[in-house]
Nanobody, 118 residues
Framework: QAPLVESGGGLVQAGGSLRLSCAASGRTTSSTSMGWFRQAPGKEREFVASITSSVGSTTYADSVKGRFTISRDNAKNTVYLQMNSLKPEDTAVYYC???????????WGQGTQVTVSS
């Protein structure tokens, strides 16, 4: 089984909502932090949000603050990204990532497409 498997992407109208899920398995279940990144066509991959395993401390990119919420269910080894008030510029492939380090990510999911129509 892949260490990280994302789901929940799709097509939504501007102003709508989606919830992404990332299921961890194997070594990624003991990660110290998990995060979400995204990459739009022709652009570099960018950080979206992260959450620590110990106390659940969260960090967000300025572009999604107040609209996106990252959370985790340790019993299910799953991290979620609730995305509200979606905008066309949120269109991208969203990747889940996990790490055992303080800086950088060791594991990546295969990505899930999010498309927001205007």
């Amino acid at each position: 089984q892949a260490p990280l498997v994302e789901s929940g992407g799709g097509l939504v109208q501007a102003g709508g909502s989606l919830r992404l899920s990332c299921a961890a398995s194997g070594r990624t279940t003991s990660s110290t932090s998990m995060g979400w990144f995204r990459q739009a066509p022709g652009k570099e991959r960018e950080f979206v949000a992260s959450i620590t395993s110990s106390v659940g401390s969260t960090t967000y990119a300025d572009s999604v603050k107040g609209r996106f919420t990252i959370s985790r269910d340790n019993a299910k080894n799953t991290v979620y990204l609730q995305m509200n008030s979606l905008k066309p510029e949120d269109t991208a492939v969203y990747y889940c990532a996990a790490t055992h380090r303080s800086i950088g990510y060791d594991y990546w999911g295969q990505g899930t497409q999010v498309t927001v129509s205007s």
